[in-house]
């Protein structure tokens, strides 16, 4: 009961005060007698080409970014799972795990530094290699890029232990079942690794999409939605709408968000949960 009372508290009930706001009138939202407008502001920000803009950022951006670490992660733990990396199996996996517990605005202002196109080290390595410079914040498609990378480097290590915790759950008998039939590297994966994975790859997959939907501080440190708005986040631009005072309009993206995380989550867990590896 305590435990529920929490939930409801500090979980279900903003959520549904947030909700309420949203189909209110921004310069009353906050007030003791809020006007109620109905789905004014869900039209004005479906009108709003910044809105629609940010929201396919969004979604390609965590499109991109679930695929990218959700397969790294992979690829990672099965490195590290292999018998080759026995001796130095645990100081690697605190190295992989080491971001997830760096705090955010901390590690993201030391990777704003080494973007940095004056003094960062990530173009100083490019130049001593004969690389053209990379444009880290100040493009478009690089900043782009950028955010993808950095949020790689804080979350990978969280999917990649979850994958190595369901890798040390396999049945061996099926790897030497399949070994005795002569099935190659990449059948014994595709056919006897993998699809014991599954409770690992839903965890990671659903995780990831709300991760990713909801991104927010990097942009905050690193971009502040730029440059040329390639990194407008739906959070982000609803965090800018809030603090001009338009809490309806803020209060209604944050519900589309809602509604998209919920939606996409319950779509993944479906098609995990119907999918056959085998």
Do not use: C
Not at 27 to 37: H, I, R
Not at 94 to 108: C, K, R
Request: proline share 4%; net charge neutral.
């Amino acid at each position: 009961l305590p435990f529920a009372l929490l939930s409801i508290v500090f979980g279900v009930w903003p959520i549904a005060q947030s909700i309420y706001l949203a189909f209110t009138e921004s310069y009353t939202a906050l007030s003791d007698k809020p006007v109620f407008v109905g789905l004014d502001n869900f039209h004005t920000i479906l009108t709003d080409a910044m809105f629609l803009s940010s929201l396919w950022l969004t979604l390609l951006y965590t499109i991109v970014s679930v695929v990218l670490t959700v397969g790294v992660a992979l690829g990672l733990a099965l490195l590290l799972s292999h018998p080759i990396l026995e001796r130095g199996r645990t100081l690697f996996k605190l190295a992989i795990f080491m971001p997830v517990i760096t705090p955010e605005v901390a590690g993201f202002i030391v990777w704003k530094w080494m973007f940095n196109q004056d003094f960062g080290v990530v173009n100083a390595v490019f130049l001593d290699l004969g690389l053209p410079p990379f444009g880290g914040m100040t493009t478009p498609v690089s900043a782009f890029i950028t955010l993808v990378i950095v949020e790689l480097w804080h979350h990978v290590g969280l999917y990649t232990l979850i994958f190595l915790t369901n890798l040390q759950l396999l049945d061996r008998s099926l790897s030497e079942s399949a070994q005795v039939d002569g099935a190659s590297r990449w059948q014994h994966f595709r056919h006897v690794v993998l699809p014991q994975l599954r409770p690992a790859l839903a965890v990671n997959t659903i995780y990831a999409l709300i991760e990713f939907l909801k991104t927010f501080t990097v942009v905050m440190i690193m971009s502040k939605g730029g440059p040329n708005f390639a990194t407008n986040f739906v959070s982000y631009y609803a965090y800018t709408r809030f603090d001009s005072a338009q809490y309806g309009e803020a209060t209604a993206m944050a519900t589309v968000l809602f509604a998209a995380v919920a939606l996409l989550t319950l779509g993944a867990l479906h098609f995990v949960n119907r999918s056959d590896y085998r």
